[in-house]
C-alpha cells in the first residue's frame, strides 16, 4: 500500500475494514450508534462500521436495515455531509446535556467516544464536564447495548520502560485532572453497565497515530523542522488509527460482563529510533537531548498489549512504514492538526 497522498485518500485508508472487523460486525446483530463522533477518529471508525456492513450484505434500508448513526454536535457541516455522503446517519447533539439524549435512537452497539484532553489544563470545568458528567448521561442510555467505551492510558502510573509497561490490573493512579476525569468515566461506564447488565469494553487508547497527528507526525515536524528530540521521555505506544478503529469495532464482539478492561496500541517503541528513522527518510541531522544514552532511565507511561494480542490479536502496522509515511506527509507540507499528543509531558497537565 502506497503512503497516502492526501486528506481524502489518508480517510479512505483510515476507513478500510479488514476481514476480522467484517466477522465482528456479522457476529453481533443490530445498529451501531457512535456517540461522540465527530472528533478525530470518531468520522473515519463510522465510515468503517458502514463499509464493512455493506460488505457483508447488510442493507441500509428496509425491515432487515442495519444502521450506521454518527453522534456529535458536528460544528463542522462538511464533516457531517461526508458521513452522510458514505452512508453514515448524522445526528447533531449536545451530549453533555442529559435532555439531548430523549431523541437519541438506541443501538444494540454502541461506541462511545465522547471526551475532552487538549487543553484541559485550562479548562478543568469543561473536562470533567465531557469526560465525567457527560459519561453518567451517556451511560444511562446504553440499556440493552454492548458498549465500547474509549478511555486512555493516562488512568495508569509511569513506570520503568524495562517493566514493559501497565496491565490491565494494575492499579488506576491519576496524574492530574484529566487522568483523573478519565478514571472517573470508565467508573460511570462500569457503575452503569453492574446496574443495567449491559456488556462493556473500557478501551484504553494509546497514542492513535493519523498523519494529522500522533507521536510519531510530532517527532517528524520536530526533525524536519531540526528542532533538538528530547528523550526525557524515552519510550512510547504508538498504534496507526487504521488499527485502532478496526480493533474498536471488533472489541463490540468481545464486550464483557463485568467489564474488560483493555490496553489498546502498539508495542513499546524508542523515540531515538523514531527520529532516526524519519531523518533517514527527510534525508537530514537529527540531535537528541535530554538524556545521555547510558543514562537510567525515567518512569514512562507505557502499556502492556498481552491481553490485546489474546482477545484481539492483529497485525499492526509497521513501524518502518508509519515512520516513512509521516515524514513524507510533513515534508509535503500536507495539514496537520496541530494538536500535539503531548506524549513527553511529565506533569500531567495537557
Known amino acids: 500500500m ?11 485508508y483510515l476507513a478500510r475494514p479488514d476481514d476480522a472487523t467484517r466477522s465482528a460486525l456479522g457476529a453481533v446483530d443490530g445498529d451501531v450508534l457512535i456517540l461522540g463522533a465527530g472528533g478525530k477518529m470518531g468520522p473515519t471508525l463510522a ?24 453522534v456529535s454536535r458536528f460544528s463542522s457541516a462538511t464533516a457531517a455531509a461526508q458521513l452522510e455522503f458514505h452512508g453514515v446517519e448524522v ?40 469526560n465525567v458528567a457527560a459519561a453518567t448521561f451517556g451511560a444511562e442510555h446504553c440499556e440493552g447495548s454492548r458498549v465500547v467505551c474509549f478511555s486512555s492510558g493516562n ?29 472517573g468515566r470508565e467508573r460511570v461506564f462500569e457503575s452503569a453497565a453492574r446496574r443495567l447488565r449491559f456488556p462493556l469494553m473500557l478501551y484504553r487508547l494509546f497514542y492513535a497515530c493519523d498523519l494529522r497527528y500522533g ?18 521521555v524515552p519510550a512510547a505506544n504508538v498504534i496507526w ?16 460482563s463485568p467489564a474488560l478492561a483493555l490496553n489498546v496500541t502498539g508495542t513499546i517503541v524508542n523515540v531515538r529510533e523514531i527520529a532516526t528513522r524519519i531523518a533517514e527518510r527527510l534525508n537530514c541531522e537529527v540531535q537528541f537531548v535530554g538524556a545521555a544514552p547510558d543514562a537510567p532511565s525515567p518512569d514512562v ?48 497537565k495537557y
Not at 502506497?2 to 479512505?12: I, V
Not at 442529559?98 to 471526551?115: D, E, I, K, Q
Not at 488512568?155 to 509497561?165: D, F, I, L, Q, T
Request: hydrophobic share 45%.
Open 2 to 12: 502506497n503512503a497516502p497522498a492526501d486528506e481524502t485518500q489518508l480517510d479512505e
Open 47 to 70: 465510515r468503517m462500521a458502514r463499509r464493512a456492513l455493506d460488505d457483508i450484505g447488510a442493507p441500509r434500508t428496509g425491515p432487515n436495515a442495519r444502521r450506521v448513526i454518527a
Open 91 to 130: 445526528a447533531r447533539a449536545d451530549l453533555s446535556d442529559p435532555a439531548a439524549y430523549a431523541s437519541l435512537p438506541r443501538a444494540h452497539n454502541v461506541v462511545w467516544m465522547v471526551g475532552q484532553k487538549f487543553g484541559t489544563t485550562g479548562d478543568p470545568v469543561g473536562t470533567w464536564t465531557h
Open 155 to 183: 488512568v495508569y502510573a509511569r513506570g520503568p520502560v524495562a517493566r514493559g509497561g501497565s496491565m490491565e490490573s494494575d492499579a488506576l493512579v491519576p496524574d492530574g485532572e484529566y487522568a483523573a476525569s478519565c478514571i
Open 215 to 232: 507521536v510519531v507526525t510530532d517527532i517528524a515536524l520536530k526533525v524536519l523542522r531540526g528542532e533538538n528530540i528530547s528523550l526525557a
Open 241 to 256: 488509527q487504521g488499527d485502532a478503529n478496526r480493533l474498536a469495532l471488533r472489541a463490540l464482539a468481545v464486550a464483557q
Open 301 to 348: 507511561l507505557l502499556a502492556n498489549t498481552a491481553r490485546l494480542q489474546e482477545v484481539l490479536p492483529y497485525e499492526a502496522m509497521s513501524l518502518e512504514t508509519l515512520c516513512e509515511w509521516a515524514a513524507d506527509w510533513v515534508r509535503a507540507g500536507n495539514h496537520v492538526l496541530g494538536k500535539p499528543t503531548k506524549f513527553d509531558v511529565r506533569d500531567g
